[in-house]
């Protein structure tokens, strides 16, 4: 079965960096289209930016500039480097593998951005 686990989260001082990385099993990693979600306290679940095989990335206007998504396929990992953060990144990071018949999810990783 697929799972995507989620590591990475903490607590940072606004305009640090954090790293979060995704581990996928039970996927073709290398064919598979992944991304990263947030859902804020009292908000709905929005994009945050995704890669598909091709290595070709989206990214929300909000965080353009600032984060990067990477994979590595060797490791079926899927990277989201964040810098510059603001008060307003905080929230519950979601790894997203979107497929044909449903879209999978992690159990989600706390992103706090605090001084």
């Known amino acids: 079965q697929v799972q995507l686990v989620e590591s990475g989260g903490g607590l940072v001082q606004p305009g640090g960096s954090l790293r979060l990385s995704c581990a996928a099993s039970?996927?073709?990693?290398?064919?598979?289209?992944m991304g990263w979600y947030r859902q804020a306290p009292g908000k709905e679940r929005e994009f945050v930016a995704s890669i598909s095989s091709d290595r070709s990335t989206t990214y929300a206007d909000s965080v353009k500039g600032r984060f990067t998504i990477s994979r590595d396929n060797a490791k079926n990992t899927v990277y989201l480097q964040m810098n510059s953060l603001k008060p307003e990144d905080t929230a519950v990071y979601y790894c997203n593998n979107p497929t044909r018949s449903r879209d999978y999810w992690g159990q989600g990783t706390q992103v706090t951005v605090s001084s």
């Open positions: 039970g996927i073709i990693f290398s064919l598979s289209k």
